[in-house]
């Protein structure tokens, strides 16, 4: 019965049913739904759990960001410069908790050397080209407002795949208004560019900042503005 209940959540997690990051509904919610006992429900997630496709803290159960996301695009994309023209592009991202770089704790108002979540991104194509690299680090501000990001201190080990692909809608659903500036500068005696994003929110807090490495002769950066409605 237990594995019966964990392919039915196994299929809400991929149908994007339970968003990536999302709370399940509780033990006796589901144990009533299924028609099962606690301890089944137990024994399903523990399943989910060691695939990594859940994790629980004293909160409950929450569906991991490996899932789909749902709902349209966000113009902003997470991490800056994520979108690749390639579809074979293979995609590798993790978190860590450490001192982010010296620029980075200073753009984000933190003290030297102080820790924070840390995200790396690399991504490049099945023959190897168009390789980009990305590094966030997020302010104490967007830890403290923002749920989903705040789950990730206690799991942070750098090996576990993190793809943080719904950050900026997180940001959003915690009341924040987004705002962003990217500056692209190119690197000498090199092909590739590099992009710097800073995130601030109404209040000008910063909230993350972004260094992107892309090969400038393999890659198209694309960026997509929405105007606000009339009135």
């Given at each position: 019965?237990y594995?019966?209940?964990?392919r039915q959540?196994?299929d809400?997690l991929r149908?994007g049913?339970v968003?990536?990051?999302e709370?399940l509904?509780?033990e006796?919610?589901l144990a009533?739904r299924?028609?099962?006992?606690?301890e089944?429900v137990?024994?399903?997630l523990?399943?989910?759990?060691?695939?990594g496709?859940?994790t629980?803290?004293?909160?409950?159960?929450?569906?991991?960001l490996?899932?789909?996301?749902?709902g349209?695009?966000?113009?902003?994309?997470?991490?800056?410069?994520?979108?690749t023209?390639?579809p074979?592009?293979?995609?590798?991202?993790t978190v860590?908790?450490?001192?982010?770089p010296?620029e980075?704790?200073?753009?984000l108002g933190?003290?030297?050397h102080?820790p924070?979540?840390v995200?790396?991104?690399?991504?490049?194509?099945a023959?190897?080209r168009?390789?980009?690299r990305a590094v966030?680090?997020?302010s104490?501000v967007a830890l403290?407002?923002?749920?989903?990001?705040g789950?990730?201190?206690d799991r942070?080990?750098?090996?576990g795949s993190?793809?943080?692909?719904?950050?900026?809608?997180?940001?959003?659903?915690a009341?924040?208004?987004?705002?962003?500036?990217d500056?692209i500068?190119?690197l000498?005696?090199t092909?590739?560019?590099?992009?710097?994003?800073?995130v601030h929110?109404?209040?000008?807090r910063?909230?993350e900042?972004?260094d992107?490495?892309v090969d400038?002769?393999?890659?198209?950066l694309?960026y997509?503005?929405?105007?606000p409605?009339a009135?």
């Open positions: 019965m594995w019966h209940v964990a959540l196994l809400a149908d049913s968003p990536p990051g709370r509904p509780g006796r919610h009533d299924f028609g099962v006992s606690r089944t137990r024994q399903a523990d399943v989910l759990r060691r695939d496709l859940v629980t803290d004293r909160r409950g159960s929450h569906a991991t490996s899932g789909s996301a749902t349209p695009a966000s113009s902003l994309a997470f991490p800056v410069g994520a979108r023209p390639d074979a592009a293979a995609d590798l991202a860590t908790w450490e001192a982010p010296p980075h704790a200073e753009a933190l003290a030297p102080r924070t979540l995200h790396r991104y690399e991504s490049a194509g023959d190897g168009g390789l980009r966030t680090s997020f104490a403290a407002e923002v749920e989903e990001l789950r990730y201190r942070a080990d750098g090996r993190a793809q943080l692909r719904r950050a900026y809608d997180w940001m959003r659903k009341g924040l208004t987004l705002h962003h500036r500056a500068v190119p000498a005696d092909s590739s560019v590099r992009v710097t994003r800073r929110d109404q209040y000008d910063p909230l900042i972004t992107l490495v400038a002769r393999q890659e198209a694309v997509e503005f929405t105007l409605s009135g």
